[in-house]
């Protein structure tokens, strides 16, 4: 018939028939439809009787789990496994990925990876130096690489090297959700795919990472994966022809690692930091390129995760401060050093009076005792990612609460009606966030309508847990408030699809609106959106008499700035709300 359908057949036939791998095309119960000529090499002398019907069966002794793994895979396609390896005899080791095509068939593709187990055995003298879980290079391997790249690279003068070190974003939490047992599978699976992104990486080599290499034993065109530390791979790049093909081979497996992975019966996405460095003058031995490594991902970590970032020399120093900032950080807390000042937020009157008692935001502060104050801008990131701000954000919640009461008691009618407090994204992700919030509204005797909760609006775009918590949060009583909108994700015309009752317009929109006409338009079309929801509003840093005098023309609600007043410390507070009357 000749059709395209049939030619294109024949080429894929022709291709099978000729690929250097195996490829085997079977049934979802091992039963062999279709083997090319280096799949009946490398598994006929693994058969028993020549009988190669069917693959479970032929390769039963090596991975009995076989046809286990493929009954759990779930989905109507997708990868099985990859790279897993077999040992088939002292010399011999296969490496196995499984794709399910569709609801019948899979596709097998073996490959021989005695030599790169030799490589990495050869490379490693002795067994202290593998890591058990996954048999790559453990830290020691990994030093005892580097250092001899860094002695072969200083003979060499014109070759490049590199690191790339590699940490799972957030992998606490994967241990806390999922258990120590599916955190072990997954660092399993990550080496797994390592393995295969470096093999494909340095098969196609040429193109991909010109010469990267498919050298064989330590030295230059060697790219290595090891696994130095709990969720912490290093990726040792030798010989590479020049300084850019090391960050090919990194954004590649940035790109890869990212793909889902299949977990029993779940299929999960993880993101990655990768921080990477290059053997130059600055660096030059082992320690001092793991080190500036690790450096690289704390940065990336810092960014948000999900990246890659070449180390640079500056990055050092800031780390160096930073460190410092986060021991003392932890002491501050543990110690209760921190303390919350609160900043009123008043109503607008139409006739341009205010009102002194609507609210306040809790703005938190921590004294240091060398630096001075310290502004939360600087220290609520540090909080977030070493896991103070848990308990950071409950004592900021539970003493607005317990100030608030006060003041009630204090102030009587005069005391403020709301209670504002930001949130950040860390605590939303607490499994019983809502649970602890109930709790210290409890224990303070506070209202729940009179507490708002602040959430960024990048926070509030963000996936259904956090929709879902902020759900539970509204079934408390609690009111919710969208801060900052306007510097955000979030669009007017995705408000309603939100469970907030105020929307807080970012100061940079209040600052311009008395010049600039299209923040003024802005700010009345996002009064008008949340009005018609059924929403508040309030202007953020309203500082002059005429930013004022804008945000009451547009229709704000509320207000709160400098204008008004910075944020006081209770006492001050008490002062001030007495002096509005
Ligand atoms: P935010 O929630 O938008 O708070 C308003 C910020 O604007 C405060 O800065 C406040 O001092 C400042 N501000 C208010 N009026 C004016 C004005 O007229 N002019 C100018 N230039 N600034 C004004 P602050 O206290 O430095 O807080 C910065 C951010 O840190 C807050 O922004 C909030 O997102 C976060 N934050 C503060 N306290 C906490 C907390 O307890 N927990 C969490 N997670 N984040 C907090
Ligand atoms: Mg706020
Ligand atoms: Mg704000």
Redesign the pocket.
Known sequence: MGSDGDLAYEALIQFMYRAPVALIQLQQDGDIEMLNPMASRLLMPLARDADLSNLFRVLEAYAPDLPALCAAFGAPQGVICEGKRMVVDHATVLALGLLKIDQQRLMAVLVDASHEVDREQRLLASAARVDTLTQLPNRAGALALLQQMTVRARAAADDHCAVVLINIDRFAHINDAHGIEVGNQVIALVAERLRATLRTASRTGQAVAAGVGTGSGAGAGAEIATRIGGDEFAIVLDGLRDGDTGALVAARLLERLGLPYRVGAHELTFSFSLGMVTLDAGTRDADDLLRHAAIAVAVAKAQGGNRLVRFAQHMRDEVLQRGCLEADLRLAVEREELF??Y?PVVGLLADGAIDPGAGV?????WRHPVRGMV???EF?GIAESTGL?DQ??EQ?LARACHDFMDWQRQLGPRAPQLMA????RA?LVQPDFCGKVAGILAASGMPAPALQL?I?ESLAAQGADIQQQLHGLKQLGVKLAL??FGTGYSSLSSLHLLPVDTV?I??SFVTLAATSRHHQVLIEATVMVAHSLGMNTVA????TAEQAAVACAQGCNKG????YS??LDSLALQQWLQRQA
């Open positions: 919350n000042l900043q935001e809790a703005l938190v502060r502004g939360p801008v609520i701000i950071l954000g900021v407090v930001n949130l950040s605590q602040e960024t801060d900052d807080k970012d100061r953020e840093g309203i500082e709160q700035g400098y204008l910075r944020p």
